[in-house]
């Protein structure tokens, strides 16, 4: 199946009339797709609005994108990969296609852009039962819906092994104002969105074999994208630098300094740690300073900018300032510094 795409799969087009069988993506093995995949078309198809910017969607070799005068385009691509990104023994599958969507948004989001369209590309295991694919479909399109972005093509193939998505956003934004990971100065502050920890502190419980309710664990589950943070950032002309936080503050925090060529202190009592499951209770601060796959954004702002402390809803922080010796430092209360090396988000280690 192919939506207005990349026309790998052309036999497949995403539309019924042209729909035939799938052809494996390797090449020597002809299959029939799973019922799960034609009901796949039908709903994205029913569900999929047009929205402005689009001027053709689902349903013919290419989408068409009117990208706004005097805007740049944005492009991103995120894998959501089966024991990589997530289980289906402990994601359902609407959180898998919330999140799968979050990974692309969240980068739009770190520009100051405005998403546009989204694209979906899915491998699905033969034996997959169909109220699977209908709920991760259910999961991505609500939250495409919710911020106003448009599934406009994709492709689907089966998958020899788990499941396999890849979404590629598209979205703009005026032109030369896009937000970078590198004009971050000596002098300027650091601030986060939100507060962190509660993804990683999530999966840390779901490692150790609990069950978790998604309504008490919403930044692990569903994590909000914040595209509308971003965007007033840029519009105000507040922010030097900024970057979602996908591999955890250590590693992204550490990638704005090695693009800026600076250094920054962080202290560790400012870090906002996330409050998860029910008693609520706060994460452990290592959770906030390494966890991943939060989705929030750190930036920094020069000197003499007001930021807010709250925006589009969202809390912000200020955890520490941009330095001109190029080490990452975290302080903590008692006055001792030590290196704030990234520990990086290692996702689903394989077990052996
Ligand atoms: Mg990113």
Redesign the pocket.
Known sequence: MNVAGHGLLRPNRFSPTAFRPSRVPFGYIESILPFAEKLLISRIRERAPRRRGIAMGIGDDCAILQIPAGNQTLV?TDFSLEGVHFRREWHPPDAVGHRCLTRGL??IA?MGGTPLAAFLSLALPQNLRQSWVDQFVKGLLTLADRLKVTLAGGDTAQSPGGVLADIVVVGSVPKGKAIRRSDARPGDGIYVTGTLGGAAAALKLLFSGRKLRTADFPRHFYPTPRIEVGRWLLEKGLVSAM??L?DGLST?LGHICEESGVGAEVQAEAVPCAEIGKPVRKVDLQFALHGGDDYELVFTAPRGKRVPSRVAGVDITRIGRITRNKQVILTNPEGTAVKFRPQGWEHFKPRT
């Open positions: 991103t969240s980068d770190a970057i979602d996908s992204d």
